[in-house]
């Protein structure tokens, strides 16, 4: 026999009410109330850096800071000594710094064709490297990518390449002058054929370095010789061209400096040569600064370029 136990609603009251006492009391304290503000504030307020991290932000920016600064004012050294050393013949830091700041007050200057300001030399040797540069480009890319996807070519053409190659970029100044006639185009000419080579090889290794699945995956498919260039090759070479563009560059800009002592004109290797024939050192000494700065510049925007396009396992 089931028995049903019946609770009379006034039995359950006085629990009732004294539970909603007890909720009122606590959400009335003023110290509870507080204490939930505070866990609130804590849960959304971010953590403030330690000391730790304070030491090791501090670390990281001086291991990035006073290695560069040891270097340089080694190399300052080195230079007072020297100069001190040679009697003076070679101008020492603070004498060099005096001329550059004289020198970079007016950088635009025209005084008449062989008299201008070291900006127009700058300026007209990158203009020369910019066009010998990019008529290289638009041979040496194509022709690595030609080179590099058909082994009958790239048989054909290593010995060329071979052979060519480590001639030196100035035993090529005199055949344009010879061809063109003109100092100008002869030293355009010189940028041309030593930037020409890093582009070909490099463009030619990352072709043959595409993985064979890729190829076998287009020949299923029966795409043309212009989608594997276009779809699957420039893709996956990319990082090979802009490292050899990258080597390019510079190998231009060395070459410029020593084709303009040579061809005269206006330009900062004509300048550096100019300076020398007044035996103006400290001009001598800035030039090559200058130089180095631009090279710099030149190297680091296009090593950021190829990075922003390199895999991950080419870099490694």
Known sequence: MVSAVFHSPLDAAPVVAQNAMNNVAISASPASARSQKQSKAETTASPAPSSRDWAALSRSFWMAVLPPLCGLGLLIGLWAVVSTTTGGSIPNPVETWKQALEIFSNPFYRNGPNDQGVGWNVLMSLERVAVGFGMAALVGIPAGFVIGRFNFLSRMFNPLISLLRPVSPLA????????????????????????????????????????????????????????????????????????????????????????????????????????????????IIIAIFVIGIVGLVLEFALIKLATAFTFEEVKT
């Open 172 to 283: 090529w100044l005199p055949i344009g002058l010879l061809v063109f006639k003109g100092a100008n185009p002869a030293a355009i000419w010189t940028i041309f054929i030593c930037s020409i080579w890093p582009m070909i090889i490099n463009t030619a290794v990352g072709v043959q370095r595409v993985p064979q699945d890729y190829m076998n995956v287009a020949r299923v498919l029966n795409l043309s010789e212009w989608k594997i260039a276009t779809k699957i090759l420039f893709p996956a070479v990319l990082p090979y061209m802009l490292t050899g563009v990258r080597l390019a560059v510079g190998t231009a800009w060395l070459v410029i400096v020593a084709a303009e002592m040579l061809t005269g004109g206006v330009g900062i290797g004509f300048w550096v040569w100019d300076e020398w024939n007044n035996l103006n050192v400290k001009n």
